[in-house]
């Protein structure tokens, strides 16, 4: 049974970087696409970024676009979120999901993920 873990998480100032990592157990991350999601309590999960499965195709939401960058290691099983000039709202839990998949696309619905990560926590304090 593939498994995807989380790790990277912190607490930091406004305006410092982060780099989440998830990576794959049981598996290869070669065949899924991947992206993340984040959390707060008492509200629905939110996309942030996703990635095709070969890594050629991204997408982010408006929120993060240009500060985060999600990237994609077949070779290393891994899929990597850089956070840059981080905020208080980006405070949340940060989840890995992951899909096997033939398309080439990215994938950004919460509903398209089979496989999701126990997550890691983000506080960014100012």
């Known amino acids: 049974q593939v498994q995807f873990v989380e790790s990277g998480g912190g607490s930091v100032q406004v305006g410092a970087s982060l780099r989440l990592s998830c990576a794959a157990s049981?598996?290869?991350?070669?065949?899924?696409?991947a992206a993340w999601f984040r959390q707060v309590p008492g509200k629905e999960r939110e996309f942030v970024g996703a990635i095709s499965k070969a890594g050629g195709r991204t997408d982010y939401s408006t929120s993060v676009a240009g500060r985060f960058t999600i990237s994609k290691d077949n070779a290393k099983n891994t899929v990597l979120l850089q956070m840059n000039s981080l905020q208080p709202e980006d405070t949340a839990v940060y989840y890995c999901a992951a899909r096997p998949t033939t398309e080439r696309r990215a994938f950004v619905n919460a509903n398209e993920y089979t496989y999701w990560g126990q997550g890691t926590q983000v506080t960014v304090s100012s």
């Open positions: 049981g598996g290869t991350f070669f065949f899924y696409a």
